[in-house]
Every structure is written in structure tokens, then in C-alpha cells.
């Protein structure tokens, strides 16, 4: 079992910046791939980010690549999300999840284990 539990979420002008974190329990963290989605009232649950176990491969929905950042501390047992340029449509519960596979996951039903979420708000 793994623990995921976010922060970071809060209030921002657009083209401001946001770092969300995400902290898991147990000390399997390493050998997840994480991810990143996001809800934003009446809309499905998107894909936001992904990242490996090791770090060493990240993907990006087309809609934050170049914005948005996913890096993880596995000494840490924490996956980050870095928001920057953010706009009025970054508005959203940001939820951070977990998986076993070595596939560049994307969808909602491939993932074991969330958190519970961290609004964001970003004001025009």
C-alpha cells in the first residue's frame, strides 16, 4: 500500500508560479512511476505529467509541455510538480498518483494509488 498526500496547491495571478509537492508513505517509493492529473469543475480528470521511477523519462500533456515540470526526490519520497506561466485554465484539483508500470501511462483507470488533491486557483 502507498500513501500520496499533496500540497502546495493555493491562490496565484495568471503567469505566476506554483510548486506542488507529493508525499508518499512506505519505502517502496522508488519503483513507482508517478503522475500528475488535474479536475476542474464538470470536466473529466486529465492527465497532467508522468515520470519514471528513475527519473530519467518525463511526458507531458501538450497543454502544460514547456509550463509545467515533474522532477522527483526519491531519498525524499517525493514527486514535485513545478507550474510556472500559469493561466485561468491551470484552474483545477491537482492530484498526484502511482503506478507499477514502465509504460508512459496516461489515463485515470491505469493508476493504483492517489492523494486526495490540492486545489489550485489561478485569478485572470
Known amino acids: 500500500q502507498v500513501q500520496l498526500v499533496e500540497s502546495g496547491g493555493g491562490l496565484v495571478q495568471a503567469g505566476g508560479s506554483l510548486r506542488l509537492s507529493c508525499t508518499a508513505s512506505?519505502?517502496?517509493?522508488?519503483?513507482?512511476?508517478m503522475g500528475w492529473f488535474r479536475q476542474a469543475p464538470g470536466k473529466e480528470r486529465e492527465f497532467v505529467a508522468r515520470?519514471?521511477?528513475?527519473?530519467?523519462?518525463?511526458y507531458y500533456a501538450d497543454s502544460v509541455k514547456g509550463r509545467f515540470t515533474i522532477s522527483r526526490d526519491n531519498a525524499k519520497n517525493t514527486v514535485y510538480l513545478q507550474m510556472n506561466s500559469l493561466k485561468p485554465e491551470d484552474t483545477a484539483v491537482y492530484y498526484c498518483?502511482?503506478?507499477?508500470?514502465?509504460?508512459?501511462?496516461?489515463?485515470?483507470?491505469?493508476?493504483?494509488?492517489w492523494g486526495q488533491g490540492t486545489q489550485v486557483t489561478v485569478s485572470s
Open positions: 512506505g519505502r517502496t517509493f522508488s519503483r513507482f512511476a
Open positions: 515520470i519514471s521511477w528513475s527519473g530519467g523519462s518525463t
Open positions: 498518483a502511482a503506478d507499477w508500470s514502465t509504460a508512459p501511462l496516461t489515463h485515470v483507470s491505469e493508476y493504483d494509488y
